[in-house]
């Protein structure tokens, strides 16, 4: 089983930048390609950026130069750096871990509140 605890959450004004981190226990990280996703009220949870193990980086069109998801594969962490942030950026941001080896399974963070307003 593989807990997943997000941070870097908040308010910041638009044109801001905020840093998510995803720090994962549990499990193999290597095993796990990770993702960061969101979910804006009244709205499906969408994707937001992906990265496999080896580092090989996805991006949604809406976020494509403004965010960048790495990964730190000995502090089992991914992180997700926001610029330019726009008001529509606002969702709460969760992590997903989809494991890549053995049997598929997905695992969520709980959720960080990101919000984009003057």
């Known amino acids: 089983q593989v807990q997943l605890v997000e941070s870097g959450g908040g308010l910041v004004q638009p044109g801001g930048s905020l840093r998510l981190s995803c720090a994962a226990s549990g499990g193999s990280f290597f095993f796990y390609a990770m993702g960061w996703y969101r979910q804006a009220p009244g709205k499906q949870r969408e994707l937001v950026a992906t990265?496999?193990?080896?580092?090989?980086?996805n991006y949604a069109d809406s976020v494509k130069g403004r965010f960048t998801i790495s990964r730190d594969n000995a502090l089992n962490t991914v992180y997700l750096q926001m610029s330019s942030l726009k008001p529509e950026d606002t969702a709460v941001y969760y992590c997903n871990a989809h494991r890549v080896v053995g049997t598929s399974t997905d695992y969520w963070g709980q959720g960080t509140q990101v919000t984009v307003s003057s």
């Open positions: 990265i496999t193990s080896p580092g090989t980086t």
